[in-house]
T-cell receptor
Framework: EAQVTQNPRYLITVTGKKLTVTCSQN?????MSWYRQDPGLGLRQIYY???????DKGDVPEGYKVSRKEKRNFPLILESPSPNQTSLYFC?????????????????FGAGTRLSVL | AQSVAQPEDQVNVAEGNPLTVKCTYS??????LFWYVQYPNRGLQFLLK??????LVKGSYGFEAEFNKSQTSFHLKKPSALVSDSALYFC??????????????FGTGTRLLVSP
């Protein structure tokens, strides 16, 4: 079954304690992305990756890091979490991230990680 | 930059009645528009997309969306609502990221409540 798997689903932590949210997809997708969802703001892109070792900032990258050492994995790292990073996080993947007219551009989302930073 | 707006935070409809969830867009060039649905405790699921061609796009679960260029709208519709359609719906538009590759820009979401 095609899946994007995020772990953990729920996480409560304290300010400054480093954490990693893992994301893995089994569809051999090149493109992966992280979003955060906040009430009234919709989903905002944090970082994205076009392929292994190719990553770039999205709209709200401050306070986050990512890595793409393998095609299937795209972990989100919070080196020093702060309360304003309390949010619902989604990982997504798709087969192609280009702007060509024929690009499918359909993104598949994980179930989400609800993070609370105290 | 491309953007979409969802003017309604919530839409209430009775089961069996038609439903409409509104979305307007602001883009330069031809828009690539999407609808996603989020059920409780689940990730977003793709419903349908408009790239080119027919203005009426059919998608999953009996949903369809009408692209209207003159009104810059892409409203989501369903002829007969089900209680199980109750969810959070997001309109999105494809935009170009910093390095020229695509990203999705989402609206703020509309909660649909279908009452029995």
């Amino acid at each position: 079954e095609a899946q994007v798997t995020q772990n953990p689903r729920y996480l409560i932590t304290v300010t400054g304690k480093k954490l990693t949210v893992t994301c893995s997809q089994n569809m051999n997708h090149e493109y992966m992305s992280w979003y955060r969802q906040d009430p009234g703001l919709g989903l905002r892109q944090i970082y994205y990756s076009m392929n292994v070792e190719v990553t770039d900032k999205g709209d709200v990258p401050e306070g986050y890091k990512v890595s793409r050492k393998e095609k299937r994995n795209f972990p989100l790292i919070l080196e020093s979490p702060s309360p304003n990073q309390t949010s619902l996080y989604f990982c997504a993947s798709s087969s192609y991230g280009g702007m060509a007219a024929g690009a499918k551009n359909i993104q598949y989302f994980g179930a989400g990680t609800r993070l609370s930073v105290l | 930059a491309q953007s979409v707006a969802q003017p309604e935070d919530q839409v209430n409809v009775a089961e069996g009645n038609p439903l409409t969830v509104k979305c307007t867009y602001s883009v330069s060039g031809n828009p690539y528009l999407f609808w996603y649905v989020q059920y409780p405790n689940r990730g977003l699921q793709f419903l349908l997309k408009y790239i080119t061609g027919d203005n009426l796009v059919k998608g999953s679960y009996g949903f369809e969306a009408e692209f209207n260029k003159s009104q810059t709208s892409f409203h989501l519709k369903k002829p007969s609502a089900l209680v199980s359609d109750s969810a959070l719906y997001f309109c999105a538009v494809r935009d170009k990221g910093n390095t020229g590759f695509q990203k999705l820009v989402f609206g703020t979401g509309t909660r649909l409540l279908v009452s029995p």
